[in-house]
């Protein structure tokens, strides 16, 4: 065999064989890659791109951030216009069921109920539910802003708002044949408020710890686990991560409070914070998740190479992997991944590298 071998180099050169490179020995159990679903018309090329580009990276996962981009037929008042039909997500289904990768939808609960001067569906169809109704959304939305407005939020202890959500979540785990789903949770500024009739006064660690509680046990009824990003369980105060990637308004102690089964997706953006050792010490289970960055993101990915190598065995299966975030819709991000859309300015610090630098073919 090593004869065969050594006389196929030289009739054919080194240079010209190619061989997949090996993992590396302990494989980070989760490889994932976050992006918003696919628009109906931008199906086709997304799934070339899992077959071309996931595939031979050995992307393991895949986090789909759905929201009403699909033809609810539960609520079909909350649907997207033009989202994906069912025999669409199928194709999704099955083009990752052929190579193995793990297929979560999201909807954003709680938080992200809307968008600089747009408000999501949910809210629009049942305004009722909004944390903050006396907050109105302006025409020209800019930050900082007298109101405190970045994004709306749901009452978590409205006596409705469960049943319209559930029925959703259950709806797109069923036809994404999933067993986990992603929660969003992150970025949570309404939380709690004064005004409200429901929560106002309430401690808003255990306001947001409650509505994981109930997301989660939710699905466990079916046996599927939620994921959520993670900055909510953190001090922005203390740790001087700020009011995005952390908390401002005293979630952060919700931490102590969340079932331990939750798997946290830990994004830092700017810094290799080392956040995920304080949240796999807190029990729960942690990605990490980069999104433009790359130098700071193969220090991320070093860390957790490092963080399951140096681990006692109780902590080393907390420390699950690593997970590409893109913020762009999917049909952006490809044109950005295949160079035919509009120049970057910095063509340095893009999601496309990023996703690059953390997963080579």
């Not at 959500?165 to 992603?182: N, P």
């Not at 929560?199 to 079916?222: P, S, Y």
């Not at 006692?312 to 160079?339: C, H, I, N």
Request: net charge neutral; aromatic share 10%; hydrophobic share 40%.
């Amino acid at each position: 065999m090593k004869k065969l071998f050594a006389l196929l180099l030289l009739v054919c050169g080194s240079s010209s064989l190619s061989f997949a490179k090996p993992l590396p020995a302990d494989t980070l159990p989760v490889r994932g890659f976050c992006i918003a679903a696919p628009r109906a018309e931008g199906l086709a090329p997304f799934l070339k791109f899992i077959d071309t580009e996931l595939a031979p990276r050995h992307i393991n996962t895949l986090v789909l951030r759905v929201d009403f981009n699909y033809q609810f037929k539960s609520h079909p008042e909350l649907r997207d216009a033009g989202g994906l039909t069912e025999q669409q997500v199928k194709q999704l289904v099955q083009t990752c069921r052929k190579h193995n990768i793990r297929l979560i939808p999201q909807i954003n609960l709680l938080g992200h109920q809307s968008w600089a001067g747009t408000t999501s569906n949910l809210l629009k169809v049942y305004p009722d539910f909004d944390e903050t109704p006396w907050v109105k959304m302006p025409v020209n939305y800019v930050w900082p802003n007298a109101d405190g407005l970045y994004c709306k939020s749901y009452c978590p202890l409205h006596p409705g708002v469960h049943k319209i959500v559930f029925e959703l979540v259950d709806e797109i785990c069923d036809v994404f044949e999933s067993t986990a789903f992603h929660a969003g949770m992150d970025e949570v500024f309404y939380i709690g408020e004064d005004k409200c009739p429901r929560c106002g006064g309430r401690d808003k660690a255990e306001l947001f710890a409650g509505e994981v509680w109930t997301i989660r046990n939710h699905l466990a009824q079916k046996g599927r686990e939620l994921w959520m990003w993670g900055d909510r369980l953190l001090d922005g105060k203390l740790t001087g991560l700020g009011a995005w990637e952390a908390s401002m308004n005293n979630t952060h102690r919700a931490v102590d409070l969340v079932p331990k089964d939750v798997v946290i997706c830990d994004w830092h953006y700017e810094r290799p914070d080392k956040t995920p050792v304080y949240l796999a010490m807190k029990g729960l289970s942690v990605i990490t998740c980069p999104w433009r960055m790359p130098a700071n993101a193969k220090l991320q990915l070093k860390d957790m190479y490092d963080y399951r190598a140096s681990a006692t065995k109780e902590m080393k299966p907390r420390f699950q992997g690593m997970m590409q975030t893109v913020w762009s819709d999917a049909a952006g991000f490809l044109d950005e991944f295949y160079g035919t859309g509009k120049p970057q300015k910095d063509t340095v610090n893009t999601s496309a590298n990023c996703f690059r630098a953390v997963f080579t073919k």
